[in-house]
């Protein structure tokens, strides 16, 4: 069993109206900020997987992002590996659960 | 936990503890210098916010017996009878510093903490009550604070289904650099269900259950931090309070559990201090000790240092004693609410706090190999702990209230010539502080509960209690504006109000919760405003009849560009035996008389008109006659219970026309209204004389409520009629001779305002002064 | 024997009391079903309370809906039984895929609190045949996720289909589709509640247990709470329910 | 003047709490998921910069990052350039604004 480290990225699917990247478009200007444009924001949720290998803990985050973490209705999701923070990150949050 | 590079008499000075203080902990402990450790648990446990060591001796003059009292100051929160077996809890609290700094997790962490007070003695939560103070709405630094405080407020609030139906929002210059974020809270209990913050029974468990700790809210005790390892780790520094309101609901649903079930022998949230606080407190209580095994505390992240754990502020904990024959009861309940549960000391008899790494025996006694680290006396970091005599020194040029009857000051004379009367009342409706507070309040949810028969937004809250008749009615109240002047005066207008706009519901106030916020009480004048400010608070309580049941202090409401004004803010909760007798301010039908109850006395000082219209608030305030305020509440209390009332308004800030205006767009009818001027037009129409109020009762009971007034000694006179789609108000005959120049600036100009007008300027005068679109 | 109607607790549920409470006002046996419950326990109708289930976090209602209980609730939802969702509830039932569409965060960005009018789009179905004649309903909201969202074929389907049972109006009773003021959250087509093809699963965002009685400023709900009493009587073959009322 | 397509992923900084991820953790055995740890919460915010260069436009996301989308007392955050996507996500949220 080795433990591997992800990110799923969850965004508004293309054509979902997204109050919160208006808003921040909407802010641009008190900031003196030009030229930022075409604004999603969305969800970032990293986590740590033990698997034997990678596609096998990939498949589990999967199953996570596809089931819980995005609604495929309104939501698009990508899944991307982070074993580098992995050591650091997961130690921090151990006692969480 | 030794020290090489930090000599112990630089560390305790950077820890905040003085010199002095260091001698006085050196007594109670028999003269041995405290270990790094014990330093850090005294240097919490001692701080201002955790002994009031400066407030204690003007707190102990305070009134606290009454009537139907269960438990009063010292308690997690004030208790008082209801009737029907049936007891209500509340009390208010400061989370002022912590909101400066991050306002949503500041605001958000202050309502979990004073809900943890209420639930803590057997009451579910049923209200949150939240007291906000701001600099210049238009300062864009004030705009995110309002943001987030409120933001923080409500998705605290909402997300543990506790409603929050009144508070206060109220913007100063004073608070620029420092805003007050006082929220109260209060809670229905069985008084058979009363639990006391007290670890009786040695021998007994000592169980800690909630969220596991963390380097929350170290504070200034993590310079140990860095002393104590080596170099300087960033990812060990203290770290902002973060509050988890769904593990708080569970808290709570489970400690009511606990309680309803007889599972626990006392209780105690874990806030300021944390785990040192909770249990040296509870232990002193009891007049037993407690032995921490450290080791058995859950932990968040690994490598805390045995002080942060100690002191550590994580939020969502609670502390309970148990009899070793009910843990796994105890443990059970905690499992299906999904909260960790752990053992993390015994109940001794020594009366000590003992503190051990490397586990306890099964007998409770530290085991084979296991270490004391801490060992201290719990009197002495609680009920001993040190006191301060501060010195009081009033300011050499003060201002106080002017005698009865006293000339009228000079700005009493405005509006000058040709000021509208009718524009100077939109302009006061639309004034960011007598606005409309919808867009604030509907980020809250003020009706979970289904108990929420007056919200916020028109006076007074009045929630039912299901399963009776009755109702319970709160206010939140504080006058920052006179209090500049007149720190006493400031106070007692501050209970003054609270109690006065319970009392025109129909409802007899129970009791009095206050947070008191000042400024820096080594500094001899503010610390005279902080003692003429409880002796205002006292003097009206008793003059009221009513206890003081809990507060709390906050000090050091200082910034580099200057102090708040003396802030007492005042929470009440009254009982209404029978809701169906309320009675709201709204105007109600048309041909209803309108009667106005007590008069104006001169002063303009601390009013919302004096800060339009440019008066220095060195002028006078108006004064208060405490024996009259307290005939005005009885008299309406009576009047209502009588049915001889529609509707009741007191006149607050803005004056008797902004009252006036208020009652009417509420009820969307207009009134006719005749005002003979006694002083000055000002003075009558805006000026914010208290002990006054307006009812409207119907033509055939008029003459019964003004006679009522008059037997309680009270000035009346029926001033006029509900009806119309306008406000008017015209100077009775009396005033009205001669000219507008001949009378010095005195205005006769009648003043008449469509209702659609005042709406217009009301409703949305807060979204505009804060720039949000609404 | 008054009917028995199930209120599922998940935790982090609010209104589960108030709802129990409105329930039995109608003349009904309420019965809190725990989330971790396999077994809907024989009850006639089911009812997911408001309130923020695990916190809403990560999206409002995604993770209740895993509960066991959700199993049986689908269960009993596929064959034919009542389920109401409030607030909440509606959040969790959009997420489990029981009624149509998604609830996005209110296009203001803020929590909305405050008191709304809905109408009844049809008095013909389980959950507002008590209603009577189409009036403007006043009830609050209390909710920061409540924007109803589908694309607009789903949207033109569910019209088609009578689907949608609830719209925000405003004060001259027009439906008040986002940006009117009297749509609190910015809801397509003012939509406030919808119910399944199959006409016996329903959600709405405004809280009729809120405002099942007079005291309270309203009993505007009580129609919809009796409605579902009512309904789940006549299913569950109990004696219609006495004393049925607001008082 | 040319576009890049940048991704700010802000995340709760170490040994902040993370609720969030604290609730999807404890919800994981009602997927039947195991081995999955450290659950971290945060955001993901998409958006377009328009600047001279590359360096220019990262700059500018930078600014943006720091005083808006992340709140730096609790709060870390990494800037990611996505500009494969840039084309077709800034064109499906062009239609937008
Ligand atoms: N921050 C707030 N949160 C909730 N309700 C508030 C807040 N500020 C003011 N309110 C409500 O708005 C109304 C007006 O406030 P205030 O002027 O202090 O009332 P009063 O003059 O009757 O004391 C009251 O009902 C009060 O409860
Ligand atoms: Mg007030």
């Known amino acids: ?97 | 936990m030794t020290v090489a590079d930090v000599a112990v008499d630089l560390l305790h000075r950077r820890l905040g503890v003085t010199d002095e203080e260091l001698d006085a902990i050196r007594d109670r402990l028999g003269g041995r210098d405290p270990n790094d450790l014990e330093l850090a648990m005294f240097s919490v446990m001692w701080s201002e916010h955790c002994s009031y060591k400066s407030s204690k001796p003007l707190l102990r003059t305070l009134p606290t017996e009454g009537e139907g009292v269960v438990t009063g100051p010292g308690e997690n929160a004030g208790v008082i009878s209801i009737g029907d077996g049936l007891a209500v809890a509340f009390k208010i609290e400061s989370h002022n510093h912590p909101s400066a700094v991050e306002p949503y997790q500041g605001a958000a962490t202050g309502v979990g903490g004073i809900l943890r007070d209420i639930f803590t003695m057997g009451a579910r939560p049923i209200a949150i009550l939240d007291a906000l103070r701001f600099g210049d709405p238009a300062d864009p630094r004030t705009r995110h604070l309002v943001d987030g405080v409120v933001r923080g407020v409500g998705g605290y609030g909402n997300c543990v289904g506790v409603p929050t139906v009144g508070g206060e929002l109220v913007f100063d210059p004073s608070y620029a650099g420092n805003p007050l974020v006082n929220v109260m809270a209060i809670g229905l209990l069985h008084e058979r269900q009363l639990t006391l913050a007290s670890a009786p029974g040695p021998g007994n468990l000592v169980v800690l259950y909630g969220s596991a700790t963390g380097r929350d809210g170290i504070g200034g005790a993590s310079i140990l931090a860095s002393a104590t390892f080596t170099h300087d780790d960033p990812s060990k520094r203290p770290s902002v309070q973060v509050g988890d309101p769904f593990a708080e609901k569970l808290l709570i649903e489970a400690s009511l559990e606990l309680i309803e079930r007889g599972l626990v022998e006392g209780l105690q949230d874990l806030g300021a201090g944390g785990i040192t606080c909770a249990t040296s407190e509870t232990a002193d209580r009891a007049g037993t000790g407690i032995v921490v095994d450290l080791d058995a505390v859950p932990r968040r992240e690994p490598g805390l240092a045995p002080f942060e754990v100690m002191i550590s502020e994580s939020q969502e904990r609670m502390c309970a004693a148990v009899r070793p024959d009910r843990w796994l009861a105890v443990r059970d309940v905690c499992d299906r609410w999904g909260l960790p549960v752990a053992i993390i000391g015994r109940v001794t008899d020594d009366g000590d706090i003992a503190v051990v790494e490397g586990g306890l025996g099964p007998d409770g006694r530290p085991g084979p190999g296991s270490r004391e680290l801490a060992r201290v006396p719990a009197a002495a970091m609680t009920s001993d702990a040190i006191v301060h005599e501060r010195v009081a020194t009033p300011p050499v040029h003060r201002r106080g209230a002017p005698a009865p009857g006293a000339p009228a000051a000079v700005s009493d004379r405005l509006p000058e010539r040709g000021m509208d009367p009718g524009a100077v009342l939109l302009a006061l409706l639309g004034s960011a502080n007598l606005s409309s507070r919808r867009t604030v309040y509907e980020q809250y949810d003020s009706t979970v509960g289904a108990d929420t028969v007056a919200g916020p937004g028109r006076g007074a809250a009045v929630l039912r209690v299901k399963g009776t008749r009755k109702a319970l009615v709160a206010s939140t109240d504080g006058n920052h504006g006179v209090g500049l002047v007149d720190p006493w005066l400031g106070a007692a207008l501050s209970v003054a109000e609270a109690t006065r706009n319970v009392s025109i519901t129909g409802a007899r106030p129970l009791g009095v919760t206050n947070c008191l916020n000042y400024g820096d009480p080594t500094r001899p004048d503010a610390f005279w405003q902080l003692s003429e400010g409880v002796r205002g608070l006292g003097d009206a309580c008793r003059a009221l009849g009513l206890p003081v049941t809990g507060g709390n202090v906050s000090l050091y409401n200082e910034w580099p560009g200057g102090r708040i004004a003396p802030t007492p803010e005042i929470g009440v909760v009254g009982l209404l035996d029978d809701v169906a007798t309320l009675v709201g301010p709204a105007f109600a039908h048309i041909g209803d008389s309108i009667v106005l109850v007590g008069d104006a006395t001169p002063g303009l000082a601390g009013s919302a008109y004096a800060a339009l219209a440019g008066v220095t608030t060195d002028d006078n305030p108006p004064n208060l006659d405490l024996a009259r305020e307290a005939a005005l509440q009885a008299f309406v209390r009576e009047a209502i219970a009588r049915g001889l009332v529609v509707s009741a308004q007191d006149v607050s800030g803005g004056g008797l026309a902004v009252a006036l205006a208020e009652c009417a767009m509420w009820g969307g009818l207009g009134a006719r209204v005749r005002l003979s001027f006694v002083g000055s037009p000002a003075v009558d129409l805006f000026g914010e004389s208290p002990s006054r109020l307006i009812a409207t009762a119907a033509p055939t009971h008029a003459a019964a409520l003004v006679l009522l007034a008059r037997q309680y000694g009270l000035p009346v006179e029926s001033i006029g009629a509900v009806g119309g789609d306008r406000l008017i108000i015209e100077p009775a005959a009396s005033a009205a001779i001669g000219s507008s120049e001949g009378r010095g600036g005195q205005f006769a100009d009648v003043l008449e305002v469509p209702i659609g007008e005042l709406r217009h300027a009301w409703d949305d005068g807060l979204a505009r002064s804060l720039g949000w679109e609404s | 024997m008054p009917v028995r109607i199930g209120v599922v607790v998940f935790p982090g549920s609010n209104c589960d009391r108030d709802t129990i409470h409105a329930l039995d006002l109608a003349g009904a046996e309420p019965v809190a079903l725990w989330h971790e419950r396999a077994s809907l326990e024989g009850v006639a109708a089911v009812v997911l309370p408001g309130g923020f289930a695990y916190g809403d976090y990560l999206r409002a209602g995604v993770i209740a809906r895993f509960s066991p209980i959700m199993r049986a609730v689908a269960a009993f939802a596929n064959g034919g039984g009542l389920v109401l969702g409030i607030c909440n509830g509606f959040q969790v039932l959009a997420e489990a895929g029981l009624v149509p569409g998604a609830l996005l965060r209110n296009t203001s960005l803020r929590f909305a609190g405050q008191e709304v009018a809905i109408a009844a789009e049809r008095a013909d179905t389980a959950f507002t045949h008590a209603l009577g004649v189409r009036r403007p309903l006043r009830m609050p909201v209390a909710h920061g996720e409540g924007c109803y969202y589908a694309d607009e074929a789903a949207l033109d389907q569910l019209e088609r289909n009578r689907q949608v049972l609830f719209r925000y109006v405003d004060a001259s009773g027009d439906n008040a589709g986002p940006g009117n003021p009297a749509n609190p959250n910015g809801s397509l087509r003012a939509i406030a509640g919808v119910i399944n093809a199959a006409g016996n699963v329903a959600g709405l965002m405004p809280h009729p247990e809120r405002a099942a009685e007079a005291i309270l400023g309203s009993d505007d709900g009580m129609g919809i709470v009796r409605s579902l009493v009512e309904s789940a009587a006549r299913v569950s073959g109990s004696a219609a329910p006495a004393g049925v009322g607001a008082r």
């Open chain 1, 1 to 97: 069993m080795t433990s591997f480290r992800f990110a799923v990225n969850v965004t508004p699917k293309p054509g979902i109206l997204d109050p919160q990247g208006r808003a921040v478009e909407g802010s641009l200007g008190h900031l003196g900020i030009v030229g930022v444009s075409a604004v999603r924001v969305g969800r970032r949720v990293e986590l740590t997987v033990d698997g034997v290998d990678e596609p096998v803990a990939r498949g589990v985050v999967d199953q996570l992002a596809r089931e819980l973490l995005s609604n495929p209705l309104i939501e698009a999701y990508t899944i991307e590996p982070i074993g580098a923070t992995s050591s650091t990150t997961s130690t921090d949050a151990a006692g969480e659960g």
